[in-house]
């Protein structure tokens, strides 16, 4: 079972990114007075334009997969399904934590709440 993060999930969650930069840039430039407001939307644009190009490979390889009793992921991260502590969504994001405090993303989902659904069907598997 994996979970491969979605891109049409990835470049909606880059837009309402871009949204919020784009509005607290404003915001910063009005509250210092500058008279040319509209180029706080254009820089938070283009950061997070800029941001969503380049990083879209690298998260987009970022596959995780349950295997036997583990969770794994990108860069060699495995987490035993008996260690996870708890899993909650976090927008398009599940957020897996381990007893001992560990953190885990699993990106850019396209049903967070599916996936932890399954996570969690996997979990009560092991426990049987």
Known sequence: MSFPPDKTTYVRTHWIMA????AVGMAILWA?????????????????ALRGWYLMDEEMGHLWQISDDMLEGPQGRRV??????KLRTIGAAVQVITRSGD??????????????????????????
């Open 32 to 48: 210092l007075g500058n008279p040319h407001v509209w180029t706080g939307a254009i820089g938070g644009l283009a950061a997070v």
């Open 80 to 85: 035993a399904l008996a260690d996870i502590d």
């Open 103 to 128: 953190k885990h993303l699993i990106k850019f989902q396209a049903d967070p709440q599916a996936t932890k659904a399954r996570i969690d069907a996997a979990r009560l598997r092991g426990q049987e």
């Open 19 to 22: 949204a919020l930069a784009m």
